[in-house]
């Protein structure tokens, strides 16, 4: 079954485009990396699935459905979770009630959902009571993403989880985000210019150049970084 489906999708700020028509396509179960530089339209190609920038052309269709239209809560009803850049996790609310603002959305009881996400994300259980604000910069990055998956979403946008976070979290949440895929049901999306996160994680690895899906880059392009320089102009 296809997740979700982009056609020709374009959108930006004001009169200044950024998508120039975005095709690609996520199979249920997918994880897909969308590599590019900065400024390439990563964000605005996440913001416009989750219906925060409004399209101004082409299609979003999500199991079949077309949610071109829809408002960012109706996408969140229909599975779709959205993790962004900078985290945006309440600095002044604890772990713990971070996370019960992700239960908002959930289907099922509150207490249950936090503690199947706890096993998920041990270090969490350790900072509970802390505020949001005093953690790290990589555990607010967890934080984030489990109070993604509170709402049980079954499609994850996930913007750039690495900037400026330390290497050693960086391998917790590959091996953390790798167990998801095997423990639910999830189909992700993830916008990156780490090449190593992008292909420690990616099925398929899409570029990003200018607001357009230039290509598909085979796996070993990624572990040979002269052909992917050569191929698509991205230094690794
Ligand atoms: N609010 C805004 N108003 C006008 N232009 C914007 C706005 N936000 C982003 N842009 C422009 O849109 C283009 C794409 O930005 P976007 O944030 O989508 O890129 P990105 O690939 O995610 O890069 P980064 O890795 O730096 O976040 C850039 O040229 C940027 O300057």
């Known amino acids: 079954?296809?997740?979700l489906e982009v056609s020709g999708l374009r959108s930006g700020y004001g009169r200044i485009p950024i998508l120039a028509g975005v095709d690609f396509k996520v199979e249920a179960g997918g994880f897909v990396g969308i590599l590019g530089h900065n400024g390439m339209g990563k964000t605005t190609l996440l913001r416009t699935l989750m219906g925060y920038l409004p399209a101004t052309?082409?299609?979003v269709k999500l199991k079949g459905?077309?949610?071109t239209k829809a408002s960012p809560y109706v996408r969140a009803r229909a599975g779709i979770g959205f993790v962004p850049q900078g985290r945006e996790i309440f600095p002044a609310l604890s772990v713990l009630e971070n996370l019960r603002m992700g239960c908002l959305l959930a289907k099922t009881n509150e207490k249950q959902t936090i503690e199947q996400v706890l096993e998920e994300f041990p270090r969490l259980k350790r900072l509970l009571d802390r505020n949001g604000g005093a953690l790290s910069g990589g555990e607010q990055q967890l934080l984030a993403l489990a109070r993604c998956l509170c709402g049980d979403p079954k499609l994850?946008?996930?913007d750039e989880p690495t900037e400026g976070i330390q290497p050693?979290?960086?391998e917790e949440m590959i091996e953390t985000l790798l167990n998801?895929?095997?423990s639910r049901d999830l189909t992700m999306v993830l916008v990156e210019q780490k090449l190593n996160f992008i292909?420690?994680?990616s099925q398929r690895i899409l570029i990003i150049q200018k607001g357009r899906i230039t290509?598909?880059?085979p796996p070993e392009a990624i572990a040979d970084p002269s052909m992917l320089e050569e191929f698509v102009g991205i230094e690794a």
């Open 1 to 3: 079954m296809t997740m």
């Open 57 to 59: 052309g082409g299609h």
């Open 65 to 67: 459905k077309d949610i």
């Open 156 to 158: 994850i946008l996930l």
């Open 168 to 170: 050693s979290i960086i």
């Open 180 to 182: 998801l895929r095997q």
């Open 199 to 201: 292909a420690a994680l």
């Open 215 to 217: 290509r598909e880059v």
